[in-house]
């Protein structure tokens, strides 16, 4: 099989056909090194630009709720609002974490483009060995 040959008794590079099938079955050189980089990177910038607007604020919220001063009514509108003010306000200190998975999603497309295959999944029986 060609595709199991020592590459180098190979004496032509692959053809721009067989790179296409190997880049549709999801054979693609990709650097894990180069997304843990991006997300590392993008992790100190988080922390450095908003890490103590972070804390602050979670710290505001944090003494509101230990001081007392967050009653609310007890009936189903009071509590309804209450969660949805309060969701919101711990929801926006986190909001630049979001920047953790985009950078490792644009440090992939950057290396291989758009690449959507389910054939990576796929299990392969062959492989398994019952003994």
């Known amino acids: 099989m060609p595709w199991q040959e020592d590459r180098h008794e190979r004496t032509e590079k692959a053809s721009p056909r067989r790179r296409q ?11 894990k090194e180069a997304v843990s980089v991006a997300v590392l990177m993008t992790g100190v910038g988080v922390f450095y630009f ?3 607007a972070m804390v602050e604020s979670l710290g505001v919220i944090m003494s509101g709720f230990l001081s007392g001063s ?3 009514d007890m009936t ?3 509590l309804h609002s209450a ?3 309060t969701l919101k306000d711990v929801s926006y ?3 630049p974490l979001l920047l953790f998975p985009a950078a490792g999603i644009a ?7 758009l690449l959507v295959t389910a054939e990576p999944l796929m299990p392969k ?3 398994i060995n019952p003994l």
Do not use: H, I, Y
């Not at 440090?107 to 483009?113: P, R, S, Y």
């Open 93 to 95: 200190p986190f909001l």
């Open 83 to 85: 969660l949805t003010r």
């Open 50 to 52: 908003f890490g103590q």
């Open 21 to 31: 099938e190997a880049r549709d079955r999801g054979q693609v050189a990709r650097s």
């Open 76 to 78: 189903r509108q009071g």
């Open 125 to 127: 029986f062959s492989r």
């Open 107 to 113: 440090a992939n497309m950057a290396q291989v483009g």
């Open 70 to 72: 967050s009653s609310f």
